[in-house]
């Protein structure tokens, strides 16, 4: 039976916008807020933990590593990605932010570097399963051309949750500890509402099409959890998630030692005092939505997508190149955050959730984008573990030269094998890339992307 409130996949694809449509957009981007605020949370308290709790270089590290912003998030994807095309897109929001929500709990009360640790491992989980599904419902709800418009709120919305969250740690920086817990209070509460609100998003239209008919053809959905991941590895597959881990993944080492590093790094090594420090991520940060709402939104369903994520990395890696040429200084720091911060609104984030879901088709779409989510949060994960150590034994400069040349990686990969969908339905997409033959109608299933996926 149709669910009255979500329109078929023809027809969300042909007429406008509905306000609906951005409203659901918005509940499900909220992942991104409270991914994006937890990890700066994190990165304003770093600082005042290491003090309060004597954290060492090591310690520091695994936190970094194991903290909603590495590993734990990327084994929350997996899960997650697995069970959105399993059970559904929104069968994760029936729990996924109550750990969330339990996970903070440990952050606001913790007294020892255990708690911490316990408290972000939770997080990282939750806001981990939580993306795929958020970014796979919103691929799946949006027209084919305003997906990457659409697609742009969640990333304002990422944006949004390090600005407020920074914002309030200014304010609240001369209660010290007790600031820091209040920050997390802030994301508790957020979370509990985006959970209640949550409940008015229906299912995907389109997963419930391509489940139905994999039952049809199959005669069971359950019998096909190995289908799909032969599919998912098949030539087609393997090639659309070494570009996606390549692009997003490389980009994102850099990324994750910003947003989680960059006041630690600042104050320790900058002589910025705290409050410098992280007003400076935050003028990054709002630049990055700047960049996103009169560059990313407007311009990439109608420009070529390669020439727009080229302008990015190239800012960015003028950003990250004065580092390694000049000291780490307020004035080398503020030309830093305007290019970073206004390149990062069109670059590889953006299009890394544009493309991963557009890439693979719904029966696999979860999934892939899991999996890749988890490469990446977990290859940042072991990263994180020695930018502190690497800092430490070779200098602020050494790291930065690290970081421009991995920028340099990840902008060849995205330019050169970025893929040509702008305007394109899924149903298209699917059919360009090979997962279908021209004259099919309806869903495809498991098997039958296997089989296009060796061809």
Same mark, same amino acid.
């Given at each position: 039976?149709?669910?009255?409130?979500?329109?078929?996949?023809?027809?969300?694809?042909?007429?406008?916008?509905?306000?609906?449509?951005?409203?659901?957009?918005?509940?499900?981007?909220?992942?991104?807020?409270?991914?994006?605020?937890?990890?700066?949370?994190?990165?304003?308290?770093?600082?005042?933990?290491?003090?309060?709790?004597?954290?060492?270089?090591?310690?520091?590290?695994?936190?970094?590593?194991?903290?909603?912003?590495?590993?734990?998030?990327?084994?929350?994807?997996?899960?997650?990605?697995?069970?959105?095309?399993?059970?559904?897109?929104?069968?994760?929001?029936?729990?996924?932010?109550?750990?969330?929500?339990?996970?903070?709990?440990?952050?606001?009360?913790?007294?020892?570097?255990?708690?911490?640790?316990?408290?972000?491992?939770?997080?990282?989980?939750?806001?981990?399963?939580?993306?795929?599904?958020?970014?796979?419902?919103?691929?799946?709800?949006?027209?084919?051309?305003?997906?990457?418009?659409?697609?742009?709120?969640?990333?304002?919305?990422?944006?949004?949750?390090?600005?407020?969250?920074?914002?309030?740690?200014?304010?609240?920086?001369?209660?010290?500890?007790?600031?820091?817990?209040?920050?997390?209070?802030?994301?508790?509460?957020?979370?509990?509402?985006?959970?209640?609100?949550?409940?008015?998003?229906?299912?995907?239209?389109?997963?419930?099409?391509?489940?139905?008919?994999?039952?049809?053809?199959?005669?069971?959905?359950?019998?096909?959890?190995?289908?799909?991941?032969?599919?998912?590895?098949?030539?087609?597959?393997?090639?659309?998630?070494?570009?996606?881990?390549?692009?997003?993944?490389?980009?994102?080492?850099?990324?994750?030692?910003?947003?989680?590093?960059?006041?630690?790094?600042?104050?320790?090594?900058?002589?910025?005092?705290?409050?410098? *420090? =992280?007003? $400076? @991520?935050?003028?990054?940060?709002? %630049?990055? /939505? !700047?960049?996103? +709402?009169?560059?990313?939104?407007? &311009?990439?369903?109608?420009?070529?997508?390669?020439?727009?994520?080229?302008? *990015? =990395?190239? $800012? @960015?890696?003028?950003?990250?190149? %004065?580092? /390694? !040429?000049?000291? +780490?200084?307020?004035?080398?720091? &503020?030309?830093?955050?305007?290019?970073?911060?206004?390149?990062?609104?069109?670059?590889?984030?953006?299009?890394?959730?544009?493309?991963?879901?557009?890439?693979?088709?719904?029966?696999?779409?979860?999934?892939?984008?899991?999996?890749?989510?988890?490469?990446?949060?977990?290859?940042?994960?072991?990263?994180?573990?020695?930018?502190?150590?690497?800092?430490?034994?070779?200098?602020?400069?050494?790291?930065?030269?690290?970081?421009?040349?991995?920028?340099?990686?990840?902008?060849?990969?995205?330019?050169?094998?970025?893929?040509?969908?702008?305007?394109?339905?899924?149903?298209?997409?699917?059919?360009?890339?090979?997962?279908?033959?021209?004259?099919?109608?309806?869903?495809?299933?498991?098997?039958?992307?296997?089989?296009?996926?060796?061809?």
């Amino acid at each position: 039976m149709t669910d009255p409130h979500v329109a078929a996949p023809e027809e969300a694809d042909d007429r406008a916008t509905r306000r609906r449509h951005w409203k659901w957009t918005a509940v499900a981007g909220m992942a991104s807020y409270i991914d994006a605020g937890s990890i700066v949370a994190g990165s304003v308290g770093l600082a005042l933990w290491s003090k309060k709790f004597g954290l060492t270089d090591s310690t520091v590290g695994l936190l970094g590593a194991f903290s909603s912003n590495a590993i734990s998030a990327g084994v929350g994807a997996l899960i997650g990605g697995w069970i959105c095309d399993r059970f559904g897109r929104k069968k994760i929001y029936t729990w996924d932010l109550l750990l969330y929500a339990f996970g903070i709990l440990w952050l606001i009360c913790s007294v020892n570097s255990w708690m911490l640790f316990v408290g972000y491992i939770l997080c990282g989980l939750a806001v981990g399963a939580d993306v795929p599904a958020s970014w796979t419902l919103i691929t799946e709800l949006a027209p084919a051309k305003n997906r990457g418009r659409m697609g742009g709120l969640a990333q304002v919305l990422w944006n949004l949750g390090p600005v407020v969250t920074l914002l309030l740690s200014l304010a609240l920086a001369p209660l010290g500890m007790l600031g820091v817990r209040l920050v997390f209070v802030h994301l508790l509460v957020v979370a509990l509402v985006t959970w209640i609100l949550r409940k008015g998003v229906s299912e995907s239209s389109r997963w419930k099409e391509a489940t139905a008919t994999e039952a049809r053809r199959t005669g069971q959905v359950a019998g096909t959890t190995a289908a799909r991941i032969a599919a998912l590895f098949t030539r087609r597959g393997a090639t659309a998630l070494l570009f996606c881990i390549g692009m997003y993944g490389v980009w994102n080492l850099f990324a994750g030692t910003n947003g989680f590093y960059f006041p630690y790094l600042l104050s320790t090594f900058g002589a910025q005092s705290q409050a410098a *420090s =992280v007003g $400076l @991520q935050c003028v990054s940060f709002l %630049l990055t /939505v !700047v960049g996103t +709402l009169i560059v990313y939104m407007p &311009l990439n369903d109608r420009v070529n997508r390669r020439v727009l994520l080229g302008i *990015s =990395v190239v $800012l @960015q890696f003028l950003g990250m190149g %004065l580092f /390694v !040429v000049l000291p +780490l200084n307020l004035p080398v720091a &503020l030309a830093y955050v305007i290019l970073i911060g206004f390149g990062s609104g069109f670059g590889q984030q953006h299009f890394f959730q544009l493309w991963s879901g557009e890439l693979f088709p719904t029966i696999l779409r979860s999934t892939a984008q899991g999996f890749t989510f988890a490469v990446v949060r977990i290859g940042l994960g072991i990263w994180s573990f020695f930018v502190p150590l690497i800092t430490h034994h070779a200098g602020f400069r050494y790291l930065a030269l690290i970081l421009v040349l991995l920028q340099a990686v990840s902008g060849v990969i995205g330019v050169v094998f970025g893929p040509r969908t702008a305007g394109k339905t899924l149903e298209e997409i699917e059919v360009s890339r090979g997962w279908r033959s021209a004259g099919q109608s309806g869903p495809v299933t498991a098997e039958q992307v296997a089989e296009g996926g060796r061809a």
